[in-house]
């Protein structure tokens, strides 16, 4: 470890004297300008596509649909930034919404029921948490056995019938708060919690230097672990919420919930620009692509495009995501 | 030695993220002579060596063999050439067997071609037996110790049937018999015709082993001459390219009571009951060869690694630091080693790298108060003439002295009572070096207890009051500022049995 | 060859101990259970895993991992099947080559990915997943092929024997582990991918193509799950867009890390591997013999998984101690 490695860490003197960057420049380069730009053409081609799209409260109404999901991925997003990765997010939600489900179902009082569900998925993020920090397994293969282990539960729960939802609880997506049906509340409200948390207090400030240099935080004197057992424990029990949310929506619980919710997870998260290498995405990017994605199944769904194509299209978009982040961030890196 | 030119290099630049490392590098090596590399760290030796090897590519220049144009474009190329490279550290595959490193990646056969692997056990066999190491070559890479990795490493570029064969400070894990099977065997490979690049610190080896030298400094060529035509001292002052200027401290150290006491620190197979003080006003040095345990000891206090046994006190009372967060607690600070792996977050800005150790200053509600950052940081970078464009720039954009300075700047943040640097001036650029001195002599005057380790003899004998030596994880000697020497430091410093040791300590 | 090897080989013989302690419990449960017939049962069950275990694991030896083989075990049983309706007159047989061809692609993709761009392969086939199962549901229009449109030559694969009683489907599998163990033990690529895996850093500098390696681990993969997908329409008569192949990845990610299948690359055995597949096997054969829904074998798998992890990670930890213990 001689020359090279320090001679790879000292860089161009022209760049440490030159200008600093104009706004304009540093906006530009931004990923989450990138979604911004992708959300607005997607809402002009789907306006002219279909006039439906003109109509903000159907807009809103689509979101509900996939609500639940954007909830848990701005919690993933945090994750991801830290260094780490939850891919047993949606498993998570459907295995809480069982428990509760199924709690309910045999005779326990709503409000505890909720509390059982919210209890799992804090114990299913504390799984996690143990298997990825503490026994220093990578999150990345953990949380593909947790998602597994944990939609497989959900069966031995729910086996293949659905469980009903007393008719009191059914229908969160249907209350209104000045027009806005409370699920895209709840996101937008937590969105803006997040974002504050990330960008504005120290602990937000350590999730980016975790994730940029774990071992250059721990010699500062950050405690990782604490921080990475948090946002694990934080996305189960934001998971277990989403869930039940979604068992409200839906009316009644299978195990199969949101089967395959973690591509569209990592994707909301990929497209918004946060690096799978961790240390970089904010959360307004994922709330942006929470709305792109929206808009454009919403959009390939009135133009009567079959939901096959739609997988296709959410893999395809996946790839490029994650292809145009690295990019940008090759590009800005020196 | 028929002065028969194998490779020719002309005009080898380098440039690594707008650095120039290597610039305009002329050098013949004849065909079967022995030609040693020498240069101070970072002079651009191992740079100029991973060229010929095609690891790098030069960005400028070009090689030739045999009087003719060669493109090294890849270590596969290298090896159709016929050239070798051992590497500094050993490059292995833990789960692959040692007769498989040996032959890996060589490109007899198509990929679907079948592992002849009685024939690659009996190579093995063969080459490693030339090497006296007697090693099961059924053994996994996993688990031999670092010495025995270095000989499978040689014994790999011998089976290679290499013309040209570099070796990277080949001998600093060996044993003075192994390194006497080396020298034995590169004799006979000179003998057979082929050429050795020998690269080493050591100049006893060189002046023993080697036909001619060549000194880098700087990334520059600076001269080539037969052994038997230079003195020792004109190699030292080409590498160094000044005269050993001493740097001299402004003030006389004005020594406080001790605020570090470390006793019986250990921790299994690093360092051994390594016990000193440290007072306030005191820089001690500590000094030792690569390996030698001081960085893990530095890792122990301040509890990146703690010591499994041993006793740290902090202004006489016994304290228990078991992560960093309570060495800093404690007013302890740690510049490391290896800035990149373990200093700077690379891509964040300035700003966010000097408050990253200070968070209760800039946030003490927990949320970030940005004016008040702004103005620490601020105050950092006038105070310690770091020079960049802005507060907001990556910092990966500094140069390494800047980047230091930084680091420095987080851990003066934290108003520490005992600093601990790790090869702070290690890739800073002489003239900066000297500030980084003034600096560090300005914190012991202000009451700072500092503990130094560095590499640079003569960075230690100029700063320090008091110098530590460590050697294969103990300490071996305690020498005052006054009588303290490079030769005395670096006897104490070379690891030997026990006993011989105590016979020079006598 | 002592340390890691009998270190491995002790992985071996407790994953065969517990397949034996495993009979022996349920056998004295339930008698049937050691039957011939039960064995059989067994067998069938595991062909289409064996053959995804034997890609997935030279894929973990070579530090990556593919989640898109049960996307691609549909889309190339979609493809012959497609094939097999639309030309009834085609040799029953060439549906082989098109399965394995059409599997082999969709892998070439996944790998030209991943070294390409230098992305991290899990999330590129976690996209191929979903990319490679939508396409599935275009090229067949979201129906399925039925049992009609399946050559009975080749459903009779699962069911005909050539000797012993043993039919095709399971001689094809063995057939597909003897190959790879041929590939990961006795030829250069095989060991390449190891000494790749093993330290990936190391590999260019030991002059490895590293490119060409991963490019063809992929293709590899992609191939042998095309070989299942046509298994899969010899063993059940019909191709399902959405059913054939989901979820399969994980079958096959679980038996190759009870097998001993290193998650940090370079380090697992072909014989490891078939015995992980032979455990859960047994378990998969066991649940409906002792009245336990089969809803519960995932659970049973992802359990199954997290303990292999755990397992996995304490013999990495012995080797650990092992290295610091011979430098000290």
Redesign the interface.
Known sequence: ?????????????????????PTWHILLVRPETMTLLLLVAGLVGASILSPFFLDVSYILRSFTLTAEMSIAALVLTLVIISGEID?SAAANMALSACIFAWGQDAGVPLLLAILIGLGAGLAMGALNAF?SIR????S???T??????????A??IA??RSIRVPESFIGINQIMLFGVPLPVVIFVVLAVALGFLLA????G??I??IG??Q?????????AKRIKWGLFLLLGFVSAAAGIMAASRLGSVR?DLVL?G??QM?LMA?LGGTY??G??GTILGTFLAAWLLVVVSTGMTVANL???????????L??VA??AT?FI?AR??? | MGGKVLIEARGISKQFGGVEVLSDVDLDLNVGEIHALLGENGAGKSTFAKILAGVHQPTRGQLGMNGQTIRVTSPIAAQKHGIALIHQEPISFPDLSVAENIVMGRRDGGLFSRVPWAKIREEARRNLDLLGVPLDVDLPMRGLSIANQQMVEIARALASDSRLIIMDEPTAPLTPNEVATLFGIARRLRQEGRTIVFISHRLEEVRELCDRVTIFRDGAHIATHAIDEVADDEIIRLMIGRSVGKYRRKHEAVLGDVILEARNLSRAGLFEDVGFTLRRGEILGLAGLVGAGRTDVARAIFGVAPATSGEILVNGEAVSIAQPSDAIARGLAFVPEDRADAGIFGTLPVEHNLTAAVPAKIAPSGVIQSSRERQIARRSVEDLSIRLASLKQPIVELSGGNQQKVILARWLLTEPDVLILDEPTRGIDIGVKSEFYDMIGDLAEAGRAILLISSELPELLSLCDRILVMSEGEITAEIPRESATQENIMQAAVPRSKAARHEVAA | MSAMTSLLSRRETGILVMIVLFVLAVGLYKPQFWTLQSLRIILLLVPLILIGAMAQMLVLVARHVDLSIGSMLGFSAMTAGLIYRDYPDMYWLLGFPIAITTGALLGLANGALVTLFKLPSIIVTLGTLSLYRGLTFIISDARQINRSAIPSELKDMSRGSPFFDIPWIIIIAFGVVLLTWVIARHTQIGRQIYAMGSNPEAAPLRGIDVTKVTLIVFAYAGALSGLAGILYASRWGFVNPSNTGAGFEFQVIAAVVIGGVSINGGMGTVSGTVLGVLLLGCVAAALPLLGIPGSTQNAIYGGVILIALLIDRSVRERGVAAVKGAAG
């Open positions: 470890m001689t020359d090279v490695t320090s001679d790879m860490t000292s860089t161009p003197k022209s760049r440490e004297l030159a200008p600093a960057r891919l298997m026994m220093q397994l990578p990345i293969i953990v593909i056995g947790t998602l597994i282990f944990f939609r497989g539960l069966q031995v086996g293949d504005s207090t120290s602990v400030r350590q980016y230097q940029t240099n071992n250059a935080a721990l010699h500062a004197g950050i405690n195990y395959g973690e591509l990592v990929m799978i290498f240390g970089r079959l939901p096959a194509i739609q997988l296709t299209v959410l893999g395809i996946l790839i994650i292809i690295n961030y800005t890196q020196r």
